[in-house]
């Protein structure tokens, strides 16, 4: 899987995983969704551990950049809200931090 693609589903499953326990403790949503919330978290911790780098903070920074994009997409798939002009140009940005960390020259 492109790394691209690792980190989108390492995304969708913390957001997913998150947002369960958002719906339990902020929207009355019963107990339960805690169970597919945790399973979902624990998919997020093994797909982020498969991206190829040889550190983990460097991962992990790249990472926040894609997680901040795909809960502008949660928002508006999901919850139902559009981001509007800031979203998107903050998340733009983010994006393009991210590729540096990712696909800066770095020294052997």
Same mark, same amino acid.
């Given at each position: 899987?492109? %790394?691209? #693609? ?17 719906? +339990?403790?902020r929207l009355g949503?019963?107990? @339960?969704?805690?169970?597919? *919330? +945790?399973?979902?978290?624990? +998919?997020? /911790? &093994? ?6 780098a040889p550190f983990?903070? $460097?991962?992990? !920074?790249? &990472? *926040?950049? %894609?997680?901040? /994009? ?13 981001? =509007? $002009? @800031? =979203? !998107? ?7 393009? *931090? !991210?590729? +540096?960390?990712?696909f800066g020259p770095?020294? #052997?």
């Amino acid at each position: 899987m492109a %790394v691209w #693609a690792t980190y989108v589903a390492a995304a969708v499953a913390e957001i997913a995983g998150c947002f369960a326990f958002w719906a +339990v403790l902020r929207l009355g949503k019963p107990s @339960w969704w805690l169970v597919p *919330g +945790v399973l979902s978290l624990i +998919v997020f /911790a &093994y797909a982020l551990s498969r991206i190829d780098a040889p550190f983990a903070g $460097r991962a992990y !920074a790249a &990472y *926040g950049g %894609v997680y901040i /994009a795909a809960s502008l997409g949660w928002l508006w798939l999901v919850e139902g809200a559009r981001p =509007d $002009r @800031w =979203d !998107a140009l903050g998340a733009a940005i983010c994006l393009i *931090g !991210a590729a +540096v960390i990712l696909f800066g020259p770095r020294a #052997a």
